[in-house]
């Protein structure tokens, strides 16, 4: 519940920003609202986080891959500013689309492709690396 009224003041603000901003020429609400590092973007996170913590699902094999590998994603396409600046500006080309009546479908086929991507190189690095590594350590500790 309280996700869905931090989502509803976040909309609300855009709102408010959009409207009210144009007279004073402001009409930056990303900067104000939609950035990670804003308390209202953490507020959401927090509560999202909460209401699954307790959402009860039979095993899923596909559903515990995928969520295994979600921290692998993070690290490896928003580590470090130089990744970033490649990947959503040089190789995306983000901003051409602000104004783009093709910006929703942007936005989804580039995250979920993203998201794909990183999800099979983090997959690949847990059977090739990180499962033989730790059945040698295994071994070595006998």
Excluded at 50 to 63: G, Q, S, T, V
Excluded at 125 to 138: A, H, S, V, W
Aim: aromatic letters at 16%.
């Amino acid at each position: 519940m309280w996700g869905g009224v931090i989502l509803l003041l976040i909309w609300t603000s855009m709102l408010v920003v959009d409207f009210i901003g144009v007279k004073y020429g402001f009409t930056n609400w990303a900067h104000m609202m939609a950035d990670a590092n804003k308390i209202t973007v953490f507020l959401l996170a927090v509560f999202m986080f909460l209401a699954f913590k307790n959402l009860h699902i039979k095993y899923n094999k596909f559903i515990n891959i995928v969520a295994g590998s979600c921290f692998g994603v993070l690290l490896i396409h928003a580590n470090s500013g130089m990744m970033r600046q490649w990947l959503w500006k040089d190789f995306l080309h983000n901003t051409d689309y602000f104004q783009s009546p093709y910006l929703w479908l942007h936005l989804i086929l580039s995250c979920t492709g993203i998201y794909v991507v990183c999800t099979v190189i983090d997959i690949c690095r847990i059977k090739f690396i990180e499962t033989p590594l730790f059945d040698r350590l295994k071994k070595k500790k006998r």
